[in-house]
C-alpha cells in the first residue's frame, strides 16, 4: 500500500500543471495555423463548457484574438455562466477601440433584448467604462414598455448616471 501524496506534493502537482499549461498555451499560441477559427469553434455552445473556459482563459491571457472574437464575446457576456469571464477577455482590448467596436454590436440587439440582456448589457459598459454608450443603453431602456427593463435603467443611473448625465450649472 502506497502513502497518500502530502499537502506540498499536491500543492507542486498543482504548480506544475500550470506551468504546463501556460507552455502549451504559448505554443498555441505562437504555432497555430488558425488561432481565431480555432477560438471562436470553442466559444460556441456546443463546444461545451472545457472549451468555452478554456477559450475564455486563454482570450484573457493573450488577448490579440479578441477583436475578432468580439461578437462571440458579447454574446456570452449575457449568459449568466459566462458573463464574468467574457467581460474579462472584452476589457482587454484598449477603451479607445473597444468602445467603437462594441457599439454596434449592442445597439443592434436592444430591439430585441429582454430586461436581463439589458441588464447583462449595462453591466459591461460599466465594467470598461463606456459611459455615453451606457447613457443610450439607459435612454433606449427608458423608451421600452416593459417595467423591468425601466428598472434597468433607473438602477444604472442612480449608480453611474453622474457619469454621462450633463453637470448643472453652478
Known amino acids: ?50 472549451q468555452q473556459g478554456t477559450a475564455l482563459d486563454f482570450l484573457a491571457a493573450l488577448p490579440d484574438d479578441v477583436p475578432a472574437l468580439l461578437g462571440n464575446l458579447v454574446g456570452l457576456s449575457l449568459s449568466h455562466g459566462w458573463a464574468l469571464a467574457a467581460r474579462q477577455a472584452i476589457d482587454r482590448i484598449p477603451h479607445d477601440e473597444l468602445v467603437p467596436l462594441l457599439e454596434p454590436l449592442i445597439l443592434e440587439q436592444l430591439d430585441s433584448a429582454d430586461d436581463d440582456e439589458y441588464r447583462r448589457f449595462a453591466e459591461l459598459l460599466a465594467r470598461i467604462e463606456a459611459w455615453e ?22 438602477d444604472f443611473t442612480q449608480s453611474y448616471g453622474p457619469m454621462w448625465l450633463p453637470k448643472p450649472n453652478p
Open 133 to 154: 454608450l451606457l447613457g443610450q443603453l439607459v435612454g433606449r431602456a427608458l423608451d421600452t414598455d416593459d417595467p423591468d427593463t425601466h428598472e434597468v435603467a433607473e
Open 1 to 50: 500500500m502506497s502513502t497518500p501524496p502530502s499537502d506540498d506534493e499536491l500543492w507542486q502537482a498543482c504548480v506544475e500543471a500550470k506551468r504546463e499549461m501556460h507552455r502549451r498555451q504559448a505554443d498555441f499560441y505562437q504555432k497555430a495555423h488558425d488561432r481565431p477559427g480555432i477560438l471562436k469553434a470553442a466559444l460556441t455552445a456546443g463546444a461545451g463548457p472545457w
